[in-house]
């Protein structure tokens, strides 16, 4: 699947056109909404299933999802007592 860099549609397959150039024709594969021929290639997030840019991905999960995951964690640790705290980081440094 991809996106589109110009109209942000996600589609399955570009629309391919033929063209003409001088007398010689040639097909180009473009957007199927707005029909510009840059986009890129793109997967579902595992989490909320929003397309995104396979370069953003993150083991499977969009810029989003994945941000607010670490937003999540960051409030549960930061929600603990100071000895719990202390107790994870020994736990942590010590699998290293
Ligand atoms: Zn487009
Ligand atoms: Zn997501």
Redesign the pocket.
């Known amino acids: 699947m991809y996106k589109c860099d110009d109209c942000d549609r996600v589609f399955d397959e570009p629309r391919r056109v033929v063209d003409g150039f001088e007398g010689h024709l040639y097909t180009t594969e473009v957007c199927p909404r707005c029909g510009g021929d840059s986009y890129r290639y793109a997967e579902l ?1 595992d ?2 299933g ?1 397309p995104e840019l396979a370069s953003k991905m993150q083991y499977g ?2 810029h ?2 994945a941000t607010e995951t670490w937003k999540t964690y960051n409030a549960f640790l930061d929600a603990l007592p100071e000895v719990q705290k202390d107790f994870l980081k020994g736990v942590l440094q010590d699998e290293r």
């Open positions: 997030c989490r909320c929003d999960f969009c989003k999802c």
